[in-house]
Each structure stands twice: as structure tokens, then as C-alpha cells.
């Protein structure tokens, strides 16, 4: 075996996590950058939540996100028989002992006892295995378990802190912690890298995995290297939540970030390249990262950033690369994939690309994702503009002022030269002569034409719109405000 072996090991439980997301990331950074082996292995053993949609998703995202797997994708389920196959070693060797407590018998025993959970009645009566009966892990008496971490360093874990956990369930499935023992030890994995809300299950399987190593019937294995990534918080430094909080990737790709700035912000939520720099290429974050460069503190996990960094990304395009990467949000019948499956505000027919093409240009240094392109434009191919209502009303129909420039504007865009430069310097004069600064005076021109307040370079948006097409829209504003 040459070069360390790590996995990513996710539950297809639901969309995929931010979380999931970090922790692949730095799975394939840490294979990359030491020549080592990233192996993907869907841990779908957990059969009501498991489904087959949020296992396509967890793929499906990770190609998105550039993060090839070597091996795999493996199933946790098609390891069943090393699982079940180590259980009875386990029991065999007297690591592993029956037991028919039920949980209601459990509570009543335990109540007013100084250490909570199960009290270890059934350690020595020898219980007779029956589908009634569970296997439990027999935790030494005394001592500690060291996990070895390469962001926290060594870790005890007293063993009166903890139980005699279940291993096997009366139904014979074997849980996680022996499950995902077995299949790293069948899969030669290194090195374990992770969340932090899995560090109080390494003990687990620290223990178990020595025990299995002193099973005859059982072929020692080296104890991997742990490295616990630090745990993703929101604005209020808590856990990030499924329920609360934006976390689904798949979300983050329907609004239009680039996968190589998602990335790049990832690699930042624990760990930082070296400078001042934070936005770098994807080579440097493979050239630069170490595990032991890894924070240990809680990483806050800043959408704003997120989208800072998004927008940094999309300025950084080529012209040419920035409508490619726009085809899903303004021409999806040329991709066959819609953000999210909503639809474009324009037909097919409406659509062109010889107009987007000149104003790709205009869009693209005032979008921070791709997803924003669609309200940016819709003016330039929809035959009616779509108001909004606060704006039309600010500018237009409750304002005297507005009303009386866009008369202005009509009469002198009927003969001016078309060009952008001319068109601001007309409503600049337009806007004296109603004592209004320029802002002011071209915000009654652009809702009239947009129907918005904010939107790409408003003249040379004129310029490639038409001066037919732009007086059609001052008249029809004016009428609508029954001006």
C-alpha cells in the first residue's frame, strides 16, 4: 500500500450538508497533497431514513464540487458479512455480552444513580443470545482511551464515563460504531478525518477496534490517525441546523455559485492558505494544505462571505467563460438542466444570444451569483417591463418631478445621437434644468424602461435596448401613471 488511505463516509439522509461538504473537501485535499487514496463509502446501513435520491444527491453534488473519488462509490451495506462476522469474534472472545434488558427495566434500575445510562446487570449472568437479547461492548472497568488526533492532539476518554454500549440490536443489525470500524479496517483506511460531533464516538471504536486485534480469529489491523474537523457554526456561534440554517449544497449551486468558489471558501472554514490571500486557485489549495494547520475552533460558516468570495470568482471569468457558466439561468434548453428547475422569465423565442452576449459584460461586475443574472436582464427580452410596484410609484406616479423628466426625456431622445455617452450627458442636463442630480434624475428613466431601481449601466443599457424600443417605454410608463 502506497500513500495514506482516507474515505468520506457520508448517510444518505437528506440533502447534501455544508458540513459533508467541508469534510470531503478535506479528505480529497489531504489525498491529493500526500499522493494518498480518496474513497467515497455511502454509509446507507441506517434503512428509514436511507433514500436512494439523497444517495444520487451526495454523487451527484460532489461531482458539482470537482471532488473525484479514487474507489467507490462503496456501499456501508454490502459489508454486512465482515460486520456481522466481527460481532461474533467479538463475542466469542468475550468482548460482547447478552443482554434482555428492556429500556423500560433500565430506567426503573437506574433512577437516583450518580452515573447515568446502563448499570452493566447482565455482565455476568450469562445471558442465552435470543432475538429478545442485544450484544453489548464490555468497557474496561478502569483506564482510559487515547485518541490520537492530529488537530487536538491526544484525547483521553475515561472509561467510567462511559456505558456498555449496544454493538448488536435484538434484530441482529450491527450499529455504526462497530460498522464503521470493520470497513475501515477491510478498507486499509490511515487516516479518519471528520466532523467533531463524531469525537465522543471515536472512543467506541478505538476500544473495539484493539479488541478485534486481539481476537485470534481476526487479523490485526494498525489503529488509523484521527483528525476531527472543528465544528460549522451560524451568526449566533451554534450548530449549524438542518431546519434553520442554509446548508443544502445543492441550494448553493441552484442560486449560481461556482463550484470553484464554494470550494474555496470551504477550504477556509477551518484552515487558511498561507498570506494574506484567501482566494486562491484550487492547485494552491492542494499544494498548501495540512491537517495540522487545522483550527480547532468552531468555524463560523458567513453566507455573505460565501457570497463575496462568489462574486470575486464570477469578476475574475472571462467574457467568454462568464456567459458559458450562465447558459443554465438564461438559456437552459441548450443545457438541459434548470437551477432548481425554475423557469426563465423569457421564451425561448424572446431569448437572444447575440444581445446577451453585449450585455454579459454589464451584468457580470454586478452579480454575485449566477442566479441574479435572470431579474438583471428580463427588461432586455420580455416584451412588457415588469414593475416593481414601491419603485414605480417612488419615481414615477407619485412624483411630479419624475413624471415631468420623462416628458424631457421623450422629447429629447426622439433626435439625440444613440449612443451611450450622449444619452448620459442629455439626462444630465435634463436633470438641471428640473433641479435634480443626475442619481436622481435617471431613476424615473430606469424604472420606466426596467421597472426596477437597480440593474445594469443604465445608458449603455439604452444604447443596446434601441431608441425605439426605449421611447415605447417612457410613453407606456407615463400612461400607466395616467400622466
Given at each position: 500500500?502506497?500513500?495514506?488511505?482516507?474515505?468520506?463516509?457520508?448517510?444518505p439522509?437528506?440533502?447534501?450538508?455544508v458540513?459533508?461538504?467541508r469534510?470531503?473537501?478535506?479528505?480529497?485535499?489531504?489525498a491529493?497533497?500526500?499522493?494518498?487514496?480518496?474513497?467515497?463509502?455511502?454509509?446507507?446501513?441506517?434503512?428509514?431514513?436511507?433514500?436512494?435520491?439523497?444517495?444520487?444527491?451526495?454523487?451527484?453534488?460532489?461531482?458539482?464540487?470537482?471532488?473525484?473519488?479514487?474507489e467507490?462509490?462503496?456501499?456501508?451495506?454490502?459489508?454486512?458479512?465482515?460486520?456481522?462476522?466481527?460481532?461474533?469474534?467479538?463475542?466469542?472472545?468475550?468482548?460482547?455480552?447478552?443482554?434482555?434488558?428492556?429500556?423500560?427495566?433500565?430506567?426503573?434500575?437506574?433512577?437516583?444513580?450518580?452515573?447515568?445510562?446502563?448499570?452493566?446487570?447482565c455482565?455476568?449472568r450469562h445471558?442465552?443470545?435470543?432475538?429478545?437479547?442485544?450484544?453489548?461492548?464490555?468497557?474496561?472497568?478502569?483506564?482510559?482511551?487515547?485518541?490520537?488526533?492530529?488537530?487536538?492532539?491526544?484525547?483521553?476518554?475515561?472509561?467510567?464515563?462511559?456505558?456498555?454500549?449496544?454493538?448488536v440490536?435484538?434484530?441482529?443489525?450491527?450499529?455504526?460504531?462497530?460498522?464503521?470500524?470493520?470497513?475501515?479496517?477491510?478498507?486499509?483506511?490511515?487516516?479518519?478525518?471528520?466532523?467533531?460531533?463524531?469525537?465522543?464516538?471515536?472512543?467506541?471504536?478505538?476500544?473495539?477496534?484493539?479488541?478485534?486485534?486481539?481476537?485470534?480469529?481476526?487479523?490485526?489491523?494498525?489503529?488509523p490517525?484521527?483528525a476531527?474537523?472543528?465544528?460549522?457554526?451560524?451568526?449566533q456561534?451554534?450548530?449549524?441546523?438542518?431546519?434553520?440554517?442554509?446548508?443544502?449544497?445543492?441550494?448553493?449551486r441552484?442560486?449560481?455559485y461556482?463550484?470553484?468558489?464554494?470550494?474555496?471558501?470551504?477550504?477556509?472554514?477551518?484552515?487558511?492558505?498561507?498570506?494574506?490571500?484567501?482566494?486562491?486557485?484550487?492547485?494552491?489549495?492542494?499544494?498548501?494544505?495540512?491537517?495540522?494547520?487545522?483550527?480547532?475552533?468552531?468555524?463560523?460558516?458567513?453566507?455573505r462571505?460565501?457570497?463575496?468570495?462568489?462574486?470575486?470568482?464570477?469578476r475574475?471569468?472571462?467574457?467568454?467563460?462568464?456567459?458559458?457558466?450562465?447558459?443554465?439561468?438564461?438559456?437552459?434548453?441548450t443545457?438541459?438542466?434548470?437551477?432548481?428547475?425554475?423557469?426563465?422569465p423569457?421564451?425561448?423565442?424572446?431569448?437572444?444570444?447575440?444581445?446577451?452576449?453585449?450585455?454579459?459584460?454589464?451584468?457580470?461586475?454586478?452579480?454575485?451569483?449566477?442566479?441574479?443574472?435572470?431579474?438583471?436582464?428580463?427588461?432586455?427580452?420580455?416584451?412588457?417591463?415588469?414593475f416593481?410596484?414601491?419603485?414605480?410609484?417612488?419615481?414615477?406616479?407619485?412624483?411630479?418631478?419624475?413624471?415631468?423628466?420623462?416628458?424631457?426625456a421623450?422629447?429629447?431622445?426622439?433626435?439625440?445621437?444613440?449612443?451611450?455617452?450622449?444619452?448620459?450627458?442629455?439626462?444630465?442636463?435634463?436633470?438641471?434644468?428640473l433641479?435634480?442630480?443626475?442619481?436622481?434624475?435617471?431613476?424615473?428613466?430606469?424604472?420606466?424602461?426596467?421597472?426596477?431601481?437597480?440593474?445594469?449601466p443604465?445608458?449603455?443599457?439604452?444604447?443596446?435596448?434601441?431608441?425605439?424600443?426605449?421611447?415605447?417605454?417612457?410613453?407606456?410608463?407615463?400612461?400607466?401613471?395616467?400622466?
Amino acid at each position: 500500500m502506497t500513500g495514506p488511505r482516507v474515505r468520506f463516509a457520508p448517510s444518505p439522509t437528506g440533502f447534501f450538508h455544508v458540513g459533508s461538504a467541508r469534510t470531503s473537501l478535506f479528505n480529497w485535499l489531504f489525498a491529493r497533497q500526500t499522493g494518498g487514496t480518496f474513497i467515497l463509502r455511502i454509509e446507507d446501513t441506517d434503512t428509514e431514513r436511507n433514500r436512494d435520491e439523497w444517495h444520487r444527491g451526495i454523487i451527484a453534488a460532489m461531482a458539482w464540487l470537482g471532488l473525484d473519488f479514487d474507489e467507490g462509490p462503496f456501499l456501508q451495506s454490502e459489508f454486512l458479512f465482515d460486520h456481522v462476522a466481527s460481532a461474533e469474534a467479538l463475542f466469542a472472545n468475550g468482548f460482547l455480552y447478552a443482554c434482555d434488558c428492556t429500556r423500560e427495566q433500565i430506567d426503573e434500575r437506574i433512577k437516583g444513580n450518580a452515573k447515568p445510562g446502563y448499570d452493566g446487570h447482565c455482565r455476568e449472568r450469562h445471558v442465552a443470545r435470543s432475538d429478545a437479547t442485544a450484544l453489548r461492548f464490555r468497557v474496561p472497568d478502569t483506564g482510559t482511551t487515547v485518541v490520537h488526533d492530529m488537530i487536538r492532539g491526544d484525547v483521553e476518554f475515561p472509561h467510567d464515563s462511559y456505558e456498555d454500549f449496544i454493538v448488536v440490536k435484538s434484530s441482529g443489525a450491527v450499529l455504526y460504531p462497530l460498522a464503521n470500524a470493520v470497513d475501515d479496517r477491510t478498507m486499509e483506511i490511515t487516516h479518519v478525518i471528520r466532523g467533531e460531533d463524531l469525537l465522543p464516538t471515536t472512543p467506541k471504536q478505538v476500544m473495539m477496534w484493539e479488541a478485534l486485534n486481539h481476537c485470534p480469529e481476526v487479523t490485526p489491523v494498525p489503529h488509523p490517525l484521527y483528525a476531527h474537523l472543528p465544528m460549522l457554526v451560524n451568526e449566533q456561534r451554534k450548530k449549524l441546523s438542518k431546519r434553520k440554517d442554509p446548508v443544502a449544497v445543492e441550494s448553493y449551486r441552484d442560486q449560481g455559485y461556482l463550484a470553484d468558489a464554494f470550494v474555496n471558501y470551504l477550504a477556509l472554514l477551518g484552515w487558511s492558505p498561507r498570506g494574506d490571500d484567501e482566494i486562491v486557485t484550487r492547485s494552491t489549495l492542494v499544494e498548501q494544505f495540512r491537517l495540522g494547520d487545522v483550527s480547532h475552533s468552531p468555524a463560523f460558516f458567513d453566507v455573505r462571505k460565501l457570497t463575496h468570495v462568489n462574486g470575486e470568482y464570477i469578476r475574475a471569468l472571462s467574457i467568454d467563460e462568464f456567459i458559458e457558466q450562465s447558459a443554465p439561468w438564461v438559456r437552459p434548453w441548450t443545457t438541459g438542466w434548470r437551477p432548481g428547475d425554475r423557469e426563465v422569465p423569457w421564451t425561448k423565442e424572446q431569448f437572444s444570444e447575440e444581445l446577451f452576449a453585449k450585455v454579459a459584460p454589464l451584468v457580470q461586475e454586478r452579480v454575485a451569483t449566477l442566479g441574479e443574472i435572470p431579474a438583471m436582464v428580463d427588461f432586455f427580452f420580455q416584451d412588457e417591463v415588469s414593475f416593481d410596484e414601491v419603485t414605480f410609484d417612488k419615481t414615477i406616479a407619485n412624483d411630479p418631478v419624475g413624471r415631468e423628466l420623462l416628458r424631457s426625456a421623450i422629447t429629447t431622445f426622439e433626435t439625440v445621437q444613440w449612443q451611450a455617452s450622449v444619452l448620459h450627458e442629455a439626462t444630465l442636463w435634463m436633470g438641471e434644468a428640473l433641479g435634480m442630480a443626475l442619481r436622481k434624475s435617471q431613476a424615473p428613466i430606469r424604472c420606466a424602461v426596467t421597472g426596477r431601481s437597480v440593474g445594469p449601466p443604465l445608458f449603455e443599457s439604452l444604447e443596446l435596448l434601441g431608441r425605439e424600443v426605449t421611447l415605447t417605454r417612457l410613453r407606456d410608463a407615463l400612461a400607466r401613471a395616467n400622466a
